[in-house]
């Protein structure tokens, strides 16, 4: 069994996160969606409201797992006898971030292998970070997030709508 690791902050969960899940589905017999917990950092919403959101939105499948997870992905990958690691490449400097990150997992743990996906085009831009800020300037933001996700966002964020 195949078996990858989509790994992210997930805060908040996109249209484009969805979009690369159902990509990699056709890929891999098994896929985790980990949500990392990062403490230099601080989210919007907590692992657990992530974990939430993400089972809420995605549609239920067997082979999807959702979680958490802390610490460098290739030691996650090996507790879970994971052997990919699935990120998104939107962008060139996307691509640079990602290519160093694939290789310096590799260097930490050759066993496990990097596969980029490209999303679809209407989601090719788009990023949680540049939607939060949206959010609170009181922008539109309904075609990058699911519905519940965007009321969650709102409430936490921005003016009312």
């Not at 403490?39 to 974990?51: A, G, H, L, M």
């Not at 997870?69 to 990919?84: N, P, Q, T």
């Amino acid at each position: 069994m195949v078996s990858a690791l989509y790994p992210g902050s997930f805060d908040p969960v996109t249209r484009g996160h969805l979009d690369l899940i159902q990509r990699a589905l056709p890929l891999f017999d098994h896929l985790t969606v980990a949500v990392a917990i990062n403490s230099s950092k601080q989210p919007t919403f907590s692992p657990d409201e992530r974990v939430a959101m993400l089972r809420e939105v995605l549609p239920p499948d067997e082979r999807v797992e959702i979680t958490t997870f802390s610490g460098l992905v290739v030691d996650f990958c090996h507790e879970r006898k994971i052997g990919a690691i699935l990120r998104g490449v939107r962008t060139v400097s996307d691509f640079e971030f990602e290519y160093q990150m694939a290789l310096t997992n590799r260097h930490l743990a050759d066993d496990v292998e990097s596969v980029f996906v490209m999303p679809s085009v209407e989601y090719s831009y788009v990023s949680s970070s540049l939607i939060r800020e949206i959010v609170k300037n009181g922008g539109d933001v309904s075609g990058f997030l699911p519905d519940i996700v965007e009321q969650r966002l709102r409430q936490r964020l921005g003016p009312p709508a």
